[in-house]
């Protein structure tokens, strides 16, 4: 199984990440025998799991559920899960406690969190403690509400020296890699190019040490707004509707289930009087 160290040499050796969410048991295998190099448990599962409209509801419970599901499918796979909303700001015991149900209860390899500044202190506390710290810069979902919507980060020369400084941040506080979300690509490169952990990027270009992007995107399976920087890669939702459509058809015309699908016995009648 790669480790954080395996990623960091990865960086060293110009060797791109391929990293992909999962929720689930059978989604988690399949990425893993596809060759992910790490999965993230994201706390995007609000939106293309749960059916919110963003991450905000995400509760600790949700994220502890589907990284036990995720770690049943994948055995053999580094598993990273996120904080979900407001689970690391309160306290440091509390942020400690999250922690501990998602590694020692879940199983998860390594934690993810959401922005820098008063944060930078928690990293270290987390990292000093153990845990292996991924930082997440640029857009930052949690914070829709005071963002304003989902807008490209650091397109200005002043955001984008303040994405730099707070990823160095991150960076000396200890995290073992960087997701950068939304920013500009030549930004992107920039902050890859400056750090020496590794920077995952989605909607951030090509030059970042590696890409995440959502399962359910990835393949085509859902109903919601797809992102710019999304490649949909197949249609399941396609498949899925076909293969339903034709199933209730089947039964309705009493096509399903064939002699196949059924069971037979010698039996020819059975009385309720055993007579
Ligand atoms: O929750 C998530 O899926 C994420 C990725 C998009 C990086 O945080
Ligand atoms: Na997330």
Not at 40 to 68: C, Q
Not at 132 to 157: I, N, T
Request: charged share 25%; hydrophobic share 40%.
């Amino acid at each position: 199984m790669k480790t954080t160290s395996s990623f960091l040499k990865m960086k060293q050796n110009k060797e791109k990440i391929a990293m992909m969410t999962a929720y689930d048991a059978p989604a988690a295998k399949l990425v893993e025998q596809a060759g992910v190099d790490l999965i993230l448990v994201g706390d995007s599962l609000g939106m293309v799991v749960l059916g919110y409209d963003s991450t905000v509801p995400v509760t600790l419970d949700d994220m502890v559920m589907h990284t036990k599901a995720v770690k049943r499918g994948a055995k053999d796979t580094f598993v990273v899960t996120d904080f979900p909303f407001l689970s690391y700001h309160a306290s440091i015991e509390e942020t400690f406690q999250a922690a501990k149900r998602l590694m020692q209860e879940a199983g998860a390899h390594a934690v993810k969190l959401e922005g820098a500044d008063e944060l930078v202190d928690t990293i270290l506390k987390l990292t000093n403690a153990g845990v292996p710290v991924m930082g997440h810069l640029g857009l930052m979902p949690q914070s829709v509400g005071v963002l304003g919507g989902y807008k490209v980060q650091g397109k200005d020369e002043e955001s984008a020296a303040k994405l730099l400084k707070d990823a160095k941040a991150v960076e000396e506080a200890g995290a073992f890699a960087l997701v950068l979300e939304c920013v500009p690509e030549q930004v992107a490169a920039w902050v890859t190019e400056e750090l020496k952990i590794p920077v995952m990027g989605i909607g951030a270009g090509v030059h970042t040490d590696g890409q995440v992007l959502v399962y359910h995107d990835v393949i085509g399976y859902g109903e919601g707004h797809v992102p710019k920087f999304v490649k949909k890669y197949a249609n399941v939702s396609e498949t899925i509707q076909t293969a339903v459509s034709s199933y209730v058809e089947e039964v309705k015309k009493e096509q399903f289930p064939q002699k196949e699908h059924s069971f037979q016995s010698e039996v020819k009648q059975v009385s309720l009087y055993g007579g």
